[in-house]
């Protein structure tokens, strides 16, 4: 176990609209980044919060957004949805200087 | 640009069969190497890990690895493969560190394993 849930765990949109994902992480897990992963594919990294800051970020548009709380907890913001989007988005947590991501169970977002 | 490549989409091998998963990767340093399972519709469980010191590591559920350097490997062995093996395996690995995070990871495609009875 992780130690680290991700909520919904499914969800359907349509394509225009906006979506949060959230990401729970257990104590101790100060580090949190996001993942999509497409049907078929590895997942790619979208990007990485650090005490409440984007540290990172991988190429995605701005239509992906984030926001990480003092409690380490995070969200995932996509807005004006493409069919594109439909994917398994991944939460992986991490404990700062242990250098290991750990990953929660994803929330499938489909988009018709 | 960092890459990594796993060169068999799919593999399939009897139960109690050895297993050996390819994984390359392309990085001008020794990166940090990892080896994550899913099984369908779940997240990823990581199997085993490799910074530095020793190149063969072992990991969960009987699972090894070995990092050669010469030949930018990190290659996923089991001596006898059970069938809840079955599941798709991905190699990662982490170059971005930054301070004390790991940063990014960079994932292969993934390799989907079949076990027969």
């Known amino acids: 176990d992780a130690g680290v849930t991700q909520s919904p765990t499914h969800l359907i949109k349509t394509r225009g609209q906006q979506v949060t994902l959230r990401c729970s992480p257990k104590s101790g897990h100060d580090t949190v980044s996001w993942y999509q992963q497409a049907l078929g594919q590895g997942p790619q990294f979208i990007f990485q919060?650090?005490?409440?800051?984007?540290?990172q970020r991988g190429n995605f548009p701005d239509r992906f957004s984030g926001h990480q709380f003092p409690n380490y907890s995070s969200e995932l913001n996509v807005n004006a949805l493409l069919l594109g989007d439909s994917a398994l988005y991944l939460c992986a947590v991490e404990n700062r200087g242990r250098e290991t991501q750990y990953f929660g169970p994803g929330t499938r977002l489909l988009v018709l | 640009a960092q890459s990594v490549t796993q060169p068999d989409i799919h593999i399939t091998v009897s139960e109690g069969a050895s297993l050996e998963l390819r994984c390359n990767y392309s990085y001008g340093a020794t990166p940090y190497l990892f080896w994550y399972v899913q099984s369908p519709g779940q997240g990823l469980q990581l199997l085993l890990k490799y910074f530095s010191g020793d190149t063969l590591v072992q990991g969960i559920k009987g699972f090894e690895a070995e990092f050669k350097r010469s030949q930018s490997s990190f290659n996923l062995r089991k001596p006898s493969v059970h069938w809840s093996d079955a599941a798709e395996y991905f190699c990662?690995?982490?170059?971005?560190?930054?301070?004390?995070?790991?940063?990014?990871?960079?994932f292969g495609r993934g390799t989907q394993l079949t076990v027969w009875p």
């Open positions: 919060y650090y005490e409440e800051e984007e540290r």
């Open positions: 990662a690995v982490g170059v971005d560190r930054r301070g004390s995070t790991l940063g990014r990871l960079y």
